[in-house]
């Protein structure tokens, strides 16, 4: 069974620092890209990041670039990100997703259950 | 980057309607297109990828179409479990969302 357990996610001050994990289990992990993706409390989602299957390419969206940093640890079979210059706009639930392909297309097949950040001083 | 609209904003429907909900693209995006329930409280669950193939056990009252800049989602016959947000995404440039549909009981 493919499972994506997150953690890490709390209460932190503007400026401060977090970093995220998102276990993954149940399915080859160093095989597939990873996402990021966040929604604020009565929000829609946002995608957030995502990290090819070695870890040598990444991608942000705009609103995070140069504060997030996407990795993983393959032999760990962890997905991270780490949060740096935090904001109250950062406020949000973040999902790691898994980045599934079949015939050409690509999609975002499983999702964990969230981890709540909250920046606020 | 491409751009995600969805209509309506929200609808209300009865157990048993036909349900449709519009995604647009801001450029072609081919068939590059999912759509996700989301439900208060827990993550998005994908019902369809490529635009009309619909995911393993998702129930077939659940329909895609389209290609390039306008999708639709249908339910053939709302059922009491399908009061939820459904989201469309294009996987055609990176990741967008489209803003969501609120799905609740008339």
């Known amino acids: 069974e493919v499972q994506l357990v997150e953690s890490g996610g709390g209460l932190v001050q503007p400026g401060g620092s977090l970093r995220l994990s998102c276990a993954a289990s149940?399915?080859?992990?160093?095989?597939?890209?990873m996402h990021w993706v966040r929604q604020a409390p009565g929000k829609g989602l946002v995608w957030v990041s995502r990290i090819n299957s070695d870890g040598s390419s990444t991608s942000y969206a705009d609103s995070v670039k140069g504060r997030f940093t996407i990795s993983r640890d393959n032999a760990k079979n962890t997905l991270y990100l780490q949060m740096n210059s935090l904001r109250a706009e950062d406020t949000a639930v973040y999902y790691c997703?898994?980045?599934?392909?079949?015939?050409?297309?690509?999609?975002?097949?499983?999702w964990g259950q969230g981890t709540l950040v909250t920046v606020s001083s | 980057d491409i751009q995600m609209t969805q209509s309506p904003s929200s609808l209300s429907a009865s157990v048993g309607d036909r349900v449709t909900i519009t995604c647009r693209a801001s450029?072609?995006?081919?068939?590059?297109l999912s759509w996700f329930q989301q439900k208060p409280g827990k993550p998005p669950k994908l019902l369809i990828y490529a635009a009309s193939t619909l995911q393993s056990g998702v129930p077939s009252r659940f329909s895609g179409s389209g290609s390039g800049t306008d999708f639709t989602l249908t339910i053939s016959s709302l059922q009491p479990e399908d009061f939820a947000t459904y989201y469309c995404q294009q996987s055609y440039s990176t990741v967008t969302f489209g803003p969501g549909t609120k799905v609740d009981i008339k």
């Open positions: 450029q072609s995006i081919s068939s590059y």
């Open positions: 149940g399915f080859p992990f160093s095989s597939y890209w």
């Open positions: 997703a898994r980045w599934s392909h079949s015939s050409g297309y690509y999609y975002l097949d499983y």
